[in-house]
T-cell receptor
């Protein structure tokens, strides 16, 4: 299957700082990427959909000014958590859609805000 | 009624058993059906991908889709301790500029040696 690389795998940051998470499709071009958040023992919660070269579409209740998404190329999307607070601590996962419309996931990023 | 229903378990089976995981859905517009495996603190891994009713086999895994009943299953033969993970079903609708991927809540499986 296709490979999606997400970096970093885990990060600890101080409250008030910003954190950037990268998502790369390594062996295919992804016109559409997705960002999810997952709480312990719960399923994936879609945060936003990003299309290459255009603004991301955010799900209801997700603050677009807090979770900045940039999809600058067909292989890279970034999620920046701005002015992070402890309640932003979570597991963030990206996904990329290939030309057969299958969705492949990155390894996830565990964010801890202290 | 939720669009996708999946029993969260947990499900514990002895090594070598046949495992049956199931999901039901309500949206008849779903066209594609997938199963993902997620180990703790990792991203989901695509296991099976089907788009028609019937069976699809890949090694020890068999995915079954019954569109008339809106029911999908994943069977794992000769289960191994390494199969212990959470299994997520996912349903996809794609068309007319829309792409909707809906997940079940996941079933946590433990295979006991």
């Amino acid at each position: 299957g296709a490979v999606v690389s997400q970096h970093p795998s885990w990060v600890i940051c101080k409250s008030g700082t910003s954190v950037k998470i990268e998502c790369r499709s390594l062996d295919f071009q992804a016109t559409t990427m997705f960002w999810y958040r997952q709480f312990p023992k719960q399923s994936l919660m879609l945060m936003a959909t990003s299309n290459e070269g255009s603004k991301a579409t955010y799900e209801q209740g997700v603050e677009k000014d807090k979770f900045l998404i940039n999809h600058a190329s067909l292989t890279l999307s970034t999620l920046t958590v701005t002015s992070a607070h402890p309640e932003d601590s979570s597991f963030y996962i990206c996904s990329a859609r290939d030309r057969y419309i299958r969705a492949f996931f990155g390894q996830g990023t565990r964010l801890t805000v202290v | 009624q939720k669009e996708v229903e999946q029993d969260p378990g947990p499900l514990s089976v002895p090594e070598g058993a046949i495992v049956s995981l199931n999901c039901t859905y309500s949206n008849s517009a779903f066209q594609y059906f997938m199963w993902y495996r997620q180990y703790s603190r990792k991203g989901p891994e695509l296991l099976m991908y089907t788009y028609s009713s019937g069976n699809k086999e890949d090694g020890r895994f068999t995915a079954q889709v019954d569109k008339s009943s809106k029911y999908i299953s994943l069977f794992i033969r000769d289960s191994q301790p390494s199969d212990s993970a959470t299994y997520l079903c996912a349903m996809l609708y794609s068309g007319a500029g829309s792409y909707q991927l809906t997940f079940g809540k996941g079933t946590k499986l433990s295979v006991i040696p």
